[in-house]
């Protein structure tokens, strides 16, 4: 394995060249910090770089290999986590410079867990103030670069250093949190995949939140089995998340590889399919060529709540109403020091009234109960992750009334899974015409992760998409 390689190897491929003594997480690791070095300036995906923790992870996990401690796949394998999740010592400043002095005392369980995994923490990547952006856009900490285009073009939000680090080799596999599209829009939009869960999955103690009610952990990596090998080191139950309690443990990797042949999978009807560009609707009708060859059957399904979920204000008071209660010191004080797009959405929520926001939950737990039977005829369903492609900055932040027409292409898609509880993965299915990457989203009944990643494989391994890269020319 050439150090040019290493970048761009997955899990699997490190972990065997490990044992193989190919190489080491030592050498993975100061190349990888090395590579952030560099190309961080350029990219803008940390926030902060934990290169002391890391090494001696580097140390101990590669002293623990050869020493015959082998704690699994995860051993070794780098990865950063977004700010908003807790690393002990390091500022947690959901992305605004009023929390820099936000030292966090602990890691957050998600962090914890990986570490017992034997995982290696490079850094935290920046995200939009507060999460409250599908856009990715942050006027106050920077932008990450989506690295598709030397000209500044979005990187999806609110994940979005995680995206990029993970889209232009800096790390194999990064810790997101999806609330509305946070893990799947910046995963589509920067090329890789992205893993958004079942509520009670995954704990969520220690993650700074942006909505109690909807808050979803997730990852980020370069290929399907990464992302799954990831979330099965981070499930399962935590007495700080009492989400979590009750759930019972899956297995996503037994049948990981089981195809699709005799499955049930449909297009998501209107309105997923309204108003695509027309290089995405082309990339996800072939995807569903790719899933019929494969053995599948093909159809399509209308989902009437996701209609009535947009048609609802209701609906909206969840999260910008939580958002308010959780950032309302913040906002009162200091308004003039808020992100204008961040400030705008906030304000709304405060327009909300509590009588709209407990109609919304109690619509919200109606509309997850019926989802099931809703969706009893299938077994997954596929559409697009966003309905554009990523598009340059200038243009979608030209102005907050032209940042507000753009929510609908990159939010419409991924908003109805948070607000239906339905674990989906976005993952590669092609490049528009300008060269940027467009994502497939697939989506399963809730709590049934295994299904939505046993599909997108299936995907995955019938196609090339996920092995192409971003040339990076311009940031050398």
């Known amino acids: 394995m050439s150090e040019s390689d290493i970048p761009y190897r997955g899990i699997t491929e490190l972990g065997r060249a490990?044992?193989?003594?190919?190489?080491?997480?030592?050498?993975?690791?100061?190349?990888?910090?090395?590579?952030?070095?560099?190309?961080?300036?350029?990219?803008?995906?940390?926030?902060?770089?934990?290169?002391?923790?890391?090494?001696?992870?580097?140390?101990?996990?590669?002293?623990?290999?050869?020493?015959?401690?082998?704690?699994?796949?995860?051993?070794?394998?780098?990865?950063?986590?977004?700010?908003?999740?807790?690393?002990?010592?390091?500022p947690t400043t959901a992305g605004t410079r009023l929390l820099e002095d936000n030292i966090a005392t602990g890691d957050c369980t998600a962090v914890t867990r990986l570490d017992a995994a034997g995982m290696?923490?490079?850094?935290?990547?920046?995200?939009?103030?507060?999460?409250?952006?599908?856009?990715?856009?942050?006027?106050d900490q920077g932008t990450p670069h989506n690295p598709w285009h030397e000209t500044p073009h979005i990187p999806g939000g609110s994940s979005s250093g995680s995206a990029v680090a993970v889209?232009?080799?800096?790390?194999?596999?990064?810790?997101?949190?999806?609330?509305?599209?946070?893990?799947?829009?910046?995963?589509?939009?920067?090329?890789?995949?992205?893993?958004?869960?079942?509520?009670?999955?995954?704990?969520?103690h220690g993650i700074y939140p942006l909505s109690w009610s909807l808050d979803s952990p997730g990852t980020l990596a370069r290929t399907v089995e990464d992302a799954a090998l990831v979330y099965h080191a981070l499930r399962g139950p935590d007495p700080g998340d009492r989400a979590t309690l009750g759930v019972a443990l899956d297995d996503v990797l037994r049948g990981l590889n089981g195809g699709v042949r005799g499955l049930r999978i449909a297009f998501g009807g209107a309105p997923f399919f309204d108003d695509l560009d027309a290089d995405v609707e082309a990339a996800v009708r072939e995807a569903g060529k790719v899933f019929e060859a494969a053995?599948?059957?093909?159809?399509?399904?209308?989902?009437?709540?996701?209609?009535?979920?947009f048609g609802d204000s209701d609906f909206r008071s969840v999260v910008l109403g939580e958002a308010v209660a959780i950032n309302r010191e913040l906002l009162e004080n200091h308004p003039d020091q808020l992100d204008p797009v961040v400030r705008d959405l906030l304000e709304r929520g405060q327009g909300m009234s509590a009588a709209m926001h407990a109609a919304g939950l109690h619509k919200l737990a109606a509309l997850q109960?019926?989802?099931?039977?809703?969706?009893?005829?299938?077994?997954?369903?596929?559409v697009p992750t966003t309905k554009q492609p990523a598009r340059p900055i200038e243009v979608v932040d030209a102005s907050l009334d032209s940042y507000r027409a753009f929510y609908p292409a990159y939010m419409g898609n991924?908003?109805?899974?948070?607000?239906?509880?339905?674990?989906?993965?976005s993952l590669p299915c092609g490049f528009?015409?300008?060269?940027?990457?467009?994502?497939?989203?697939?989506?399963?009944?809730?709590?049934?992760?295994?299904?939505?990643?046993?599909?997108?494989?299936?995907?995955?391994?019938?196609?090339?998409?996920?092995?192409?890269?971003?040339?990076?020319?311009?940031?050398?």
């Open 167 to 204: 889209s232009s080799g800096l790390a194999p596999v990064a810790l997101g949190s999806d609330t509305g599209g946070s893990v799947r829009a910046p995963a589509a939009l920067c090329g890789v995949v992205g893993l958004k869960t079942t509520i009670g999955r995954i704990s969520r």
């Open 432 to 476: 528009s015409s300008e060269g940027l990457p467009i994502g497939l989203q697939v989506m399963a009944k809730p709590f049934q992760e295994h299904m939505a990643l046993r599909v997108a494989q299936a995907y995955e391994r019938e196609t090339d998409w996920h092995t192409q890269r971003p040339a990076l020319n311009w940031a050398d």
């Open 369 to 382: 109960a019926g989802i099931a039977d809703t969706l009893r005829d299938v077994d997954a369903v596929i």
């Open 120 to 139: 290696v923490l490079l850094g935290k990547t920046h995200i939009v103030q507060f999460a409250l952006g599908i856009i990715g856009v942050n006027h």
């Open 414 to 425: 991924t908003m109805p899974g948070n607000y239906l509880d339905l674990p989906g993965v």
């Open 295 to 309: 053995g599948a059957q093909l159809g399509t399904v209308d989902i009437p709540e996701v209609a009535q979920i």
């Open 18 to 90: 490990y044992r193989t003594g190919e190489t080491g997480p030592v050498a993975v690791t100061t190349l990888l910090l090395d590579r952030i070095d560099k190309l961080n300036p350029h990219l803008h995906a940390f926030i902060g770089i934990t290169r002391e923790r890391a090494l001696a992870g580097a140390k101990a996990a590669e002293a623990q290999l050869k020493g015959g401690l082998d704690l699994g796949p995860l051993h070794g394998i780098p990865y950063v986590a977004k700010d908003l999740f807790n690393v002990r010592g390091q």
